[in-house]
């Protein structure tokens, strides 16, 4: 598959099933950003998003929340780009409340 491949339906599905959380905070976040990028992600943006939720959910926390930084094998391109989409759903979801 290219980077840039769109994910097929099944393997979106399968993503967003693993990407389910224990912080109800944290599954916020993951399901406001499938609602708006599902339908367009691709496969660098999913390895980048399993990169995030591979991570236990208060250290995913502290990253949306910008408590802190990427850091290490976590400082990549791919990574940030997720990062950044989901704390840009946040932001714009908490302006229409």
Same mark, same amino acid.
């Given at each position: 598959?290219? %980077?840039? %491949? /769109?994910?097929?339906?099944?393997?979106?599905?399968? =993503?967003?099933?693993?990407?389910?959380? $224990? /912080?109800?905070?944290?599954?916020?976040?993951?399901?406001?950003?499938?609602?708006?990028? $599902?339908?367009? =992600?691709?496969?660098?943006?999913?390895? !980048?998003?399993?990169?995030? *939720?591979? =991570?236990?959910?208060?250290?995913? /926390?502290?990253?949306?929340?910008?408590?802190?930084?990427?850091? !290490?094998? /976590?400082?990549?391109?791919?990574?940030?780009?997720?990062?950044? *989409?989901?704390?840009?759903?946040?932001?714009?979801?908490?302006?229409?409340?």
């Amino acid at each position: 598959m290219m %980077e840039n %491949e /769109l994910l097929d339906e099944r393997a979106r599905d399968l =993503l967003r099933w693993r990407s389910r959380r $224990g /912080l109800v905070e944290n599954d916020i976040f993951v399901e406001q950003f499938f609602r708006t990028y $599902g339908a367009s =992600l691709n496969v660098r943006q999913a390895h !980048g998003l399993t990169t995030l *939720m591979n =991570l236990a959910d208060n250290d995913l /926390l502290d990253l949306l929340l910008k408590r802190k930084e990427l850091t !290490g094998d /976590l400082d990549t391109p791919d990574v940030h780009e997720v990062l950044e *989409m989901l704390r840009s759903r946040k932001q714009r979801a908490s302006l229409a409340d």
